[in-house]
């Protein structure tokens, strides 16, 4: 690592000899080889973010040894590029190179890095701190087009399947038969399935991710490329459902050659209870093959349903790395604050800690910032409020069953 020298620059000013180097570590290292790890993802987000950057490690001769693409945000802390649409993130390089959380910190002059899926197959920034999470992904087999990857999962609940295809026999009576659509020109269509999104995040209180104007300028950015990645590079990807002439569901988000991450899922309103979303899903990995897709990477989270379509599952970790300085270890205490008793026996804490993270991920004014904490608040008081009891019923200290921790429905 002494060999090593680092630039920082922003993402715009990437040259193409590194861009091409980049990609080559990561076509090496199948783990590395999310789109959200190559510099496509990153110059799309610096196009949209000033405060976008990348830190490269070079050997004497000035050729790139390593990648770390981050957001440095005020007061010193880092968080990963495009967070929270970074679903994974990671020091990309050929092997291990003798760097650490200490030496990235002091070359990037940062006091904190928040990690929220980190990848590190070469163990850089590992740590008895962080803490692991599963990933789902669908990755077929060689030579398997996506119908021998569903006939296992039939094979291990075919009741399950028998509820898709009866979801899927539903739609069909109501609308006309089911297809699915790669949307890479109808900005209709795209604007209908993030307008949906949206109406499920107001009606279940959740962060209005899609508000931030650099986060649509982002997916539109992406929208944009999608010809692009149908010839096997990166762009943006909008897989839809339709039933008859209806847009019933769809996904959208970002792929690179085989390996599609969508981010936003979503379904018409008034078919949440069809199963539309299901069918979706079940339809898009019968058509993998005749999408050109291997991967069809779902990310960690929602387990529930995740699990319903995956066998294959990756961990990645989360927590914070600080500096061994006092703005670390300020920051160190900030972070633990929030576990010490007696908040850590609050079910509420975790969901308000996590809430205001998203908000200062995703607002880059104060004014957005304070916008969400208001809608935090309002949102915490309607669930409150929809807890209380009405006159005549008993109240949560009287009744026979103990009451329900708020833990588990915000958000």
Request: charged share 20%; proline share 6%.
């Amino acid at each position: 690592m002494s060999d090593l020298k680092v630039e920082i620059l922003h993402p715009d000013a990437l040259a193409p000899a590194d861009q091409a180097a980049w990609r080559t570590l990561q076509d090496a290292t199948p783990a590395l080889g999310s789109p959200l790890l190559g510099p496509d993802f990153a110059q799309a987000v610096g196009a949209v973010r000033k405060d976008a950057r990348i830190a490269i490690w070079r050997e004497s001769s000035g050729a790139p040894k390593a990648f770390f693409a981050y957001h440095r945000r005020p007061q010193g802390f880092g968080r990963p590029i495009g967070a929270p649409f970074c679903d994974y993130h990671a020091v990309v390089s050929g092997g291990d190179l003798g760097l650490d959380a200490t030496a990235i910190l002091s070359a990037t002059k940062l006091k904190a890095f928040r990690l929220s899926g980190l990848v590190d197959p070469f163990g850089v920034l590992g740590g008895a701190d962080l803490v692991h999470h599963t990933a789902y992904r669908i990755a077929l087999q060689p030579g398997d087009a996506g119908l021998a990857h569903l006939d296992g999962l039939k094979a291990s609940s075919a009741n399950r399947f028998k509820n898709f295809r009866r979801y899927s026999k539903r739609l069909e009576q109501a609308f006309g038969p089911v297809r699915l659509v790669v949307e890479d020109t109808d900005s209709t269509a795209f604007e209908r399935l993030l307008s949906w999104k949206r109406l499920q995040l107001a009606r279940t209180g959740l962060h209005d991710f899609l508000r931030p104007a650099w986060v649509a300028g982002l997916m539109r950015r992406l929208f944009e490329t999608s010809g692009a990645a149908a010839d096997g590079r990166f762009g943006g990807l909008t897989i839809n459902l339709y039933a008859g002439d209806h847009h019933v569901a769809g996904h959208f988000g970002v792929r690179l050659g085989g390996w599609y991450h969508p981010w936003i899922g979503a379904t018409a309103p008034n078919l949440e209870a069809h199963g539309a979303g299901f069918v979706h899903q079940w339809k898009a990995v019968e058509a993998m093959g005749s999408l050109g897709l291997h991967t069809y990477d779902l990310g960690p989270g929602s387990d529930h349903w995740k699990r319903l379509f995956t066998a294959d599952a990756v961990h990645v970790a989360s927590g914070l790395i600080t500096a061994p300085t006092l703005g670390g270890r300020l920051a160190r205490a900030g972070d633990r604050f929030w576990t010490t008793p007696p908040l850590d026996r609050i079910g509420l804490t975790g969901r308000v800690r996590n809430r205001l993270d998203q908000i200062a991920t995703l607002e880059t004014a104060w004014s957005g910032r304070a916008q969400g904490v208001l809608a935090m608040a309002a949102a915490l008081e309607r669930r409150a409020a929809s807890r209380r009891p009405q006159a005549g019923e008993p109240s949560l200290e009287t009744a026979d069953t103990p009451a329900q921790p708020l833990e588990g429905r915000i958000a």
